[in-house]
């Protein structure tokens, strides 16, 4: 078999009825990049004068900035776009001050992008045995803002793929966001937004949180749909907090059902650190997401690609000293077929990559993700959790 190279793809050559078969491929894929701060000290600033797909619309600015821009008032009410349309105001998050030079982490540039690298080493290495390319799509968990994103796609090992982003702020306490990068060329977006997910803690406040990120448009031709998650933590306890996953899988079931209504052939990722393995009630019970290809339906359209790897005990993360696979990728039934070969997008891999340097080596956390922190003391790891990769593949008949 001699093997081409084919729009970015790994192509693969035969001969079948006197035609010349090529295989295209794609991998979609994430990655948790674990607190990926800048060095800067920030709040948020909400101009709602603009667009609320502009990214000026809410984003992250220098502390000493603040005091160049009009703020209309000091907010006190819920915080959700659309009440900040017409209001310029500034919000300020719980770990502003943690990932300084002088803040109890001592950030500084050095390890900023010591960070930035090993981050774009396992983007780069994503699917690549099977493609020959960084991957076409990458969702980021734990981002700051925008500008973190920017420095990922600017790194050496993943600039010549010319990606795209996709980020909005979310008001999460924290200040903890979630970025789409894509490959300009393959993926053409034609529609973007952040849904709310939208919990409340125990005496009836909202708890913010991050929405989902919905990114529409056509991956190499093909219509596709991608949802971007990030669910409320376990923080309190898995049964104190199964409400607030539940919702998030509400929200995210929604907008999949709302999708193929729309378009009946797209093709669905939902992917995300979703805080529950596959057999928990948010995936199995409020999203409906099916462990088997056997149980895909119309009325059970999305299959869990990770189900069967939690069954033979893989996991992506140790949480509380116990492994949980948290992060998962599920597909709409149109992106698997039992043929071995489509003439359109389907399933050909799913995994987590877990290769011998993302796994530390000894101690009491052998086994486990080597992860970017301990305690207030970079480690210069990777990531708390193992990335996860999907590869869809299709036949090219010239």
Not at 104 to 121: F, S, V
Not at 252 to 272: C, N, Q, S, V
Not at 293 to 316: D, F, H, I, R, W
């Amino acid at each position: 078999m001699k093997k081409l190279l084919f729009l970015f793809a790994v192509i693969s050559t035969t001969l079948a009825f006197g035609q010349q078969r090529k295989v295209q491929r794609a991998a979609v894929a994430f990655m948790n990049v674990e607190n990926l701060w800048d060095t800067i000290p920030s709040a948020d600033y909400i101009d709602g004068t603009k667009d609320v797909h502009n990214p000026a619309f809410h984003r992250s600015v220098p502390l000493d900035s603040l005091k160049y821009l009009e703020v209309t008032e000091e907010y006190k009410g819920e915080w959700t776009d659309d009440l900040l349309i017409g209001k310029k105001v500034v919000r300020r998050q719980i770990l502003s001050d943690d990932f300084t030079v002088n803040g109890p982490k001592n950030w500084d540039t050095k390890k900023y992008n010591q960070k930035l690298g090993n981050i774009a080493r396992v983007i780069s290495e994503l699917g690549r045995q099977y493609t020959n390319d960084n991957p076409a799509v990458v969702g980021l968990l734990e981002v700051e803002n925008r500008q973190v994103v920017q420095d990922i796609i600017k790194q050496p090992l993943l600039a010549k793929s010319n990606y795209g982003i996709v980020h909005y702020n979310s008001y999460d306490a924290r200040g903890i966001d979630i970025a789409l990068i894509y490959q300009k060329g393959r993926l053409k977006v034609t529609e973007t937004y952040s849904k709310d997910v939208k919990i409340f803690n125990d005496e009836g406040r909202r708890s913010y949180t991050r929405g989902v990120l919905v990114v529409k448009g056509f991956l190499d031709g093909e219509r596709v749909g991608i949802f971007l998650n990030h669910w409320p933590s376990r923080s309190g306890g898995e049964a104190a907090t199964i409400a607030r996953r539940a919702a998030a899988a509400k929200v995210l079931k929604e907008e999949m059902d709302k999708a193929r209504a729309e378009y009946p052939e797209i093709k669905l990722f939902a992917m995300g650190d979703f805080n529950d393995d596959p057999v928990s009630p948010s995936l199995k019970k409020h999203l409906g997401a099916v462990g088997e290809p056997s149980q895909l339906s119309e009325k059970t359209p999305y299959y869990n690609l990770m189900y069967k790897l939690y069954k033979a005990g893989v996991a992506s993360l140790a949480y509380r000293d116990a492994p949980n696979l948290f992060d998962q990728i599920i597909i709409s039934k149109n992106l698997y077929s039992t043929d071995k070969l489509t003439k359109t997008y389907s399933l050909y891999k799913a995994e987590i990559y877990a290769p011998s340097y993302l796994v530390n080596p000894s101690g009491q956390w052998k086994g486990y993700p080597l992860r970017s922190w301990d305690g207030d003391r970079f480690t210069n790891g990777f990531s708390d959790h193992f990335p996860a990769v999907s590869v869809v593949q299709r036949e090219v008949t010239q």
